[in-house]
């Protein structure tokens, strides 16, 4: 995956070993400096007290847990932040409204396929390709129906061979999607709201996908299926499953007149030890704006909290100090660059 949408060279890839990195080497620095990292936990409830977060509600394998706190960054979905885990009162209904109606980002039907062979057997590059339609409108590009639609096809193992077993390959094709279609991609919901997917669901999802390699066999990779060991397909309710993000939309609040007048992004909430700082704390979204509203969420409280670890920390954002000077202030505790990279899951196959 290019990290920000960077096309060209390998200008801003992820490490080897693809995007899974990230987290793992974040999960090890946390741990190494003695914080927690809980997984499956899911947040139901800020917990205030006279407009002051005092800590969260969360939930781990049907268990309700506690845990105070001094500062909450939600680097979540916002309107879940908003609707679900506060009270309606923080909110004017004017923001609330504002928020609804922005504008965001589409989702994807994303389709993982797994090869027997090596993806330039096929004709594959390590170029990510768009494939258009010329009979399509510029609307149609990004509408959502699979025989108009642009796609976008990478090919992860070519540019990074640890992701694949020996003598396989990895695709990856991605069509814009939109959680409206065929009315939620023929999901039905619970009580809660949850999508409860059903077989019309997973039929539907893979006539789509079928139609995509359709089009790609034709247009690039006439062999393309006699290859195909197993593909898994993702739809916007699988990015909302997994995300929780409105829709399932890949970026969040899209760049544009309409959200800045209506200040959708925003770090500061209206209670005052609560920040946003995820993507949504920005409009843009993709990994980098996601990196930049995290770091900006962290220093928008270490300016309170450690004024002289602020200083050091934004003259380094801003590229004052080298990375030596940073480390020589000797402010933030020392750290030993012990992490290494775990095999992947191919290389630990492989071995
Ligand atoms: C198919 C697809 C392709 C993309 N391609 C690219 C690309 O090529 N380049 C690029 O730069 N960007 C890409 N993006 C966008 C990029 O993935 C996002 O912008 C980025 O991951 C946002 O990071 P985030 O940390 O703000 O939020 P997210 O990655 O959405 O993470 C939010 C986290 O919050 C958790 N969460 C939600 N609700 C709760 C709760 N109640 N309690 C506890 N945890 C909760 C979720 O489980 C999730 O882990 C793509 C996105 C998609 C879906």
């Known amino acids: 995956m290019p990290i920000g949408w960077a096309y060209y060279g390998d200008f801003q890839s992820p490490p080897k070993g693809g995007g899974q990195v990230i ?85 994807s039907l994303t389709i993982s396929v797994a090869l027997d062979c090596h993806p330039g057997q096929l004709g594959f590059n390590e170029e990510l390709i768009h494939i258009s339609n010329n009979e399509a409108s510029i609307e149609e590009h990004s509408g959502g129906d699979p025989l108009k639609s642009e796609m976008v096809v990478l090919t992860p193992s070519l540019r990074d061979p640890s992701l694949a077993p020996e003598g396989c390959g990895t695709l990856t094709i991605f069509m814009p999607a939109y959680m409206s279609f065929k009315d939620g991609w023929l999901t039905t919901k619970d009580e809660q709201g949850n999508y409860i997917r059903n077989e019309d669901y997973r039929h539907l999802k ?10 790609l066999s034709k247009i690039i990779a006439p062999d393309l299926r006699a290859h195909i060991l197993f593909y898994d397909v993702a739809t916007p309710v699988t990015h909302w499953r997994y995300t929780g993000n409105k829709n399932g939309t890949m970026m969040g609040a899209k760049p544009g007149r309409e959200n800045m007048k209506n200040k959708v992004a925003h770090y500061q909430t209206p209670i005052s030890n609560l920040l946003v700082g995820g993507q949504w704390a920005e409009l843009g979204g993709g990994v980098p704006i996601a990196v930049k509203a995290g770091t900006n969420a962290a220093l928008m409280i270490l300016q309170k909290e450690n004024p002289k670890a602020f200083r050091l920390l934004a003259d380094y954002m801003d590229a004052r100090i080298t990375a030596e000077d940073f480390e020589a202030a000797a402010i933030f505790k020392a ?7 775990k095999p992947t899951p191919a290389e630990r196959k492989r071995n």
């Open 206 to 215: 893979n006539e789509i996908a079928e139609v995509l390699i359709d089009r």
């Open 335 to 341: 750290y030993d660059h012990s992490w290494q990279a």
């Open 23 to 107: 987290p793992e080497w974040l999960s090890y620095l946390v741990n190494y400096y003695q914080n927690d990292v809980f997984i499956n936990c899911g947040v139901e409830k800020i917990l205030l007290k006279n407009n002051n977060a005092t800590g969260l509600l969360f939930k781990h394998r049907g268990e309700v847990h506690e845990v105070k706190a001094r500062h909450i960054i939600a680097a979540c979905d916002v309107e879940t932040l908003y609707n679900k885990m506060l009270p309606p009162a923080v909110l004017s209904e004017k923001l609330r409204t504002r928020m609804q109606d922005a504008d965001i980002y589409s989702s």
